[in-house]
């Protein structure tokens, strides 16, 4: 099995603290790609689920595609398919910026 199978399968949320250099993905500079590293832990346990089916695994890589103006959705490439997600949804997703 693969790393992301087993995250995927454990689906848990993470409830440490921000670490250094993490952000939301809904403020990555675009075309720049991320390392995510954990879901808010306030996230709706139902919502953070559907996260973890889409892709959105610690130590999945996302790439910032597009911004919808005045704070609207936020479309991110992850597992090799863009996803357009809510402002909100996206800042509940943290990430850490790679290379």
């Known amino acids: 099995m693969s790393i992301t199978t087993d995250r995927l ?3 848990a949320v993470a409830d440490h603290e921000a670490t250094i250099g993490e952000v939301a993905v809904s403020d990555l500079p ?4 991320a390392v995510v590293s954990r879901l808010c832990a306030d996230a709706d346990p ?7 089916d889409l892709g959105f695994a610690p130590g999945a890589e996302v790439v910032a595609v597009r911004r919808a103006p005045m704070r609207g959705p936020v479309v991110v490439r992850v597992a090799g ?3 357009a997600l809510r402002r ?3 800042d509940c997703i943290k ?3 790679a290379g």
């Open 95 to 97: 990430v850490i910026a």
């Open 88 to 90: 909100r949804q996206a």
């Open 9 to 11: 399968r454990s689906r």
């Open 81 to 83: 398919y863009e996803i």
């Open 46 to 52: 139902s919502a953070a689920r559907r996260f973890f």
């Open 30 to 33: 675009l075309g720049s790609s």
